[in-house]
């Protein structure tokens, strides 16, 4: 509580916490409960979740429930967590697939992952991601922007971790709600971390994938197959002097960056309008950080 006072004194940020018998119930606590108690502090079991949250509007409050889920359970008839949770099980699963078991486990405040098996956790395969919904349907050319930038920052987070890729992965959610989606990849000649080699082939995909008259309403992209910089080889296509250049650059801009602040240093393309970079600088986990 003091921390939390402190913060309010210090900033003038109210700031909130959330406890709960798992993860789940942790977060929707913080998200929800305490907003609407004096000591800004959520707790939350699974009876008490019942008992309080189940009539709780809108649905998209719940984590995990975003617009386009919120939207296709009300075409359901389904607008509360106590009707998700009273929902015939079968008829979650039509809709949506395997997602539909977590829905209805975080229906009833149940969440089966553990702090535990987070820290235990070693994925067989590595890779860097990101990912951004939409304030509004984007067109194919505005899109193809914000991929770029995306891929450009997503370089940097390589050459920082001092890791390299060979695959680029491209996931797109179509707008004018229709919940369609689509995705590829593209695999590169060699393993780089170079922030022109792969925003290149990031364009290449997202064009290859995409046609006129899309709009775009979510993306994600990621880069898959990272390995340690140091056990990348050069391939007889690439240019050594050209890569060697392009790590530089991105050495420097990311000391300004790290230094300065993320908008330190920005490319031609992140003011361009439309483009969302300098914005998404400024947040934390989706949330504005206060800083300008």
């Known amino acids: 509580i003091e921390i939390m006072r402190s913060i309010l004194r210090q900033t003038g940020i109210t700031a909130t916490c959330g406890i709960g018998t798992n993860l789940y119930l942790a977060k929707i606590a913080l998200d929800i409960t305490a907003k609407h108690v004096s000591d800004h502090i959520g707790i939350l079991d699974q009876e008490r979740y019942i008992k309080t949250l189940w009539d709780h509007k809108p ?11 919120a939207t296709r359970l009300e075409h359901m008839g389904i607008r509360t967590m106590r009707q998700v949770a009273l929902c015939d099980q079968k008829r979650l699963k039509e809709a949506f697939g395997v997602d539909a078991e977590l829905l209805f486990d975080h229906a009833w405040g149940r969440e089966s992952c553990t702090i535990g098996d987070i820290h235990s956790y070693r994925s067989k395969t590595h890779s860097f991601s990101t990912a951004q919904v939409l304030s509004r349907d984007y067109c194919r050319a505005e899109a193809l922007l914000l991929v770029k930038e995306m891929a450009d920052t997503l370089s940097l987070s390589l050459v920082e971790k001092h890791s390299v890729t060979e695959t680029v992965a491209l996931y797109l959610s179509l707008g004018n709600h229709s919940f369609a989606t689509i995705n590829g990849s593209e695999h590169l000649p060699s393993r780089t971390n170079s922030n022109r080699l792969l925003t290149e082939a990031a364009g290449r ?23 340690d910089e140091a056990d990348s080889q050069a391939d007889l296509f690439s240019d050594p002097q050209q890569e060697e250049k392009d790590r530089r650059l991105q050495l420097a801009s990311l000391a300004i960056k790290q230094r300065f602040g993320k908008n330190a240093i920005l490319k031609c393309m992140d003011l361009e309008q439309g483009a969302t970079t300098r914005e998404r600088n400024l947040q934390i986990g989706g949330h504005r950080s206060g800083d300008e």
């Open 59 to 69: 649905l998209s409050d719940f984590w995990k429930i975003g617009p386009g889920i």
């Open 205 to 227: 995909l997202y064009k290859r994938i995409t046609s006129d008259g899309m709009s775009i309403r979510r993306i994600g992209l990621a880069f898959c197959d990272v390995a």
